[in-house]
């Protein structure tokens, strides 16, 4: 009988630690989740980058969005489902898993050094990102 009321107590607790994950939040506070297409072109020195990873980090709250990065440079954004895009407003720009070909600077691949912003807006949905 000792076990049966640990392992209720233990059900019991799992289930009390969950509740304040389960989406019952008021509207303060919330994260926009609103996203706007984004799709185009990443260039180093004036030429496409051949593959890897492209982030875009919202310089405000909200969800970082990602695509991969083409044979031609081009990619697609995604935050919450395929090819979503990301949420309205600035975003500090990295790529990773660049081909070594590409030449692309270590200074590249994190958001704090990158110095590459983007500004994500209604109406326009082509974006060519340029690493100088």
């Known amino acids: 009988m ?13 289930a009390a630690a969950s509740f304040p994950l389960s989406g019952c939040g008021s509207s303060s506070g919330e994260v926009n989740t609103a996203t706007l297409p984004v799709k185009g072109v990443v260039t180093y020195k004036g030429k496409p980058l051949t593959s890897g990873v492209i982030n875009f980090e919202p310089e405000a709250a909200g969800t970082e969005a990602h695509g ?29 898993g660049t081909s070594k ?22 109406g326009k949905a082509e974006y060519r990102v340029d690493l100088p």
């Open 2 to 14: 000792r076990r049966f009321s640990t392992l209720l107590t233990t059900a019991a607790l799992a």
């Open 101 to 122: 070909k590409d030449g692309v600077p270590a200074k590249y691949k994190n958001v704090s050094s990158s110095g590459v912003v983007v500004e994500v807006a209604e």
């Open 68 to 96: 991969a990065i083409g044979p031609d440079g081009s990619f697609t954004l995604t935050s919450y489902k395929d090819g979503d895009g990301a949420v309205a407003g600035p975003h500090r720009v990295a790529v990773s």
